[in-house]
């Protein structure tokens, strides 16, 4: 079983300053797994998830009670009790709820909740548990997390990793099985065709039918799957939802709607524009990929929708530690050129990265966008077996190289 990066930062961070955690994340991406590890770590605790009728029931009559079993233990105990509560975003008021509990506390116990679907879905008007938690974001396994166990990255020793390092180790056969299986825990320990297709039908069937009846009520749930095998032909293409509305042959506003609901409960993401002094920039269209990008039969398409989850991971995970707020964006203009991804640290370009999965040779669009991005550094990967080429292109650190190289020095 992999050891995941959150086990080490996030009772240091959240548990060690008297916070409440929040991991949220696509099914099946390992929260389950992690909260258990957690909880064997504490030694004390319990762990309660909502789809048990005995735990819905006591969240409704009394929620308090569930702690009552933990009343015993005092601040000089080593480890406190870590309570865990999965899937209560699905309880109506849960975050009023969780208020009081978290704020009538009598002794110290730790709060884990979990959930596959953004925990602030519900959101309206203020935060009622602001300054009470701290939130993080659990995605499927990176070549980083799965080459380095329990390895924190940071920002400055990603850079300085890259000079000391010079991109020695490629991970050849792990990144395509990456690129194969996807980062989902299950499906890439099996490495089997056959399940792998099982389980992400599984999968997408348990997105709609579960976990989007339950928090949307949304009474044509045929569509939405529709919807759904559509959307892996859409990945790294300039997204359209006119388009959809006509393949769908449906309402504009019902189209966004079940987007939304499919973007809050991890099903995909978008990367949206960076428009700021780019010359003539696209401000509106961004392109969409998959959480599971196993789902994803172009192969162009997937590549470049593996390393964007990728690069979507670091700037969570940067951001949720606390390095700083750090935003994945695509740069594209009017002309019809762009880069497919640049990450931004504090709203400046942090490093781009270009996906051509064969091509070798150096694309030079990136110096047509050099006014923006002055002398950040710029990475071109590709899934062939090629040496490294490195060197400045009019100042500018460039390097082309396997995507491996690049993907496992990321958290």
Known sequence: ???????????????????????SGPRQCGKTTLSKSLLKHAQT???????????????????????????????????PPLIVFDEIHKAKGWKQTLKGIYDTLQNPVNILVTGSARLNIYKKGSDS???????FRLHPLSLGEWMNPGSIVSPDEFITQIGKKAFSKPY??????????????????????????LWRRGRVEKIVREDLRDLSRLPDLSKIEMLCSL???????????????????????????????LNELYYFFEVKPHSESV????????????????????????FENMIGSHLLKATHYWSDLGYGKFELKTIRNKEKKELDFLLLKNGKPFFTCECKLSDT???????????????????????????????????????????????????
């Open 172 to 197: 050849f056969k792990e990144t395509e099985l990456l690129l194969r299986f996807g980062g989902f825990p299950e499906p890439l320990s099996k490495a089997s065709d056959r399940f792998s297709q």
């Open 1 to 23: 079983m992999w050891k995941r990066s959150l086990e080490l930062t996030l009772p240091e961070l959240a548990f060690e300053n008297s916070k409440m955690a929040f991991l």
């Open 361 to 411: 040779a150096l694309d030079h669009t990136f110096l047509r966008f050099k006014k923006l991005l002055g002398k950040t550094p710029h990475f071109q990967v590709h899934m062939a077996p090629k040496p490294i080429w490195a060197k400045e292109v009019e100042g500018t650190p460039v390097a082309i190289l396997h995507a491996g190289c690049l993907l496992g020095l990321l958290p």
């Open 45 to 79: 605790g319990h762990y309660y998830n909502w789809d048990t009728i005995e735990f819905r029931r006591q969240w409704t009559k009394s929620p308090a009670a569930l702690l009552e079993p933990f009343d015993g233990f005092s601040a000089s105990d080593r480890t």
């Open 279 to 302: 010359t003539r920039s696209l401000r509106k269209e961004g392109k969409i990929f998959l959480w599971d990008w196993s789902e994803v039969t172009n192969q162009g398409a997937r």
């Open 129 to 135: 548990l602001l300054g009470r938690y701290f939130h």
């Open 231 to 261: 959307l892996p032909e859409k990945v790294g293409g300039l997204f359209s939802l006119s388009s959809l509305r006509e393949d769908l042959e449906t309402q504009h506003n019902s189209v966004k709607l079940w987007l939304n609901y």
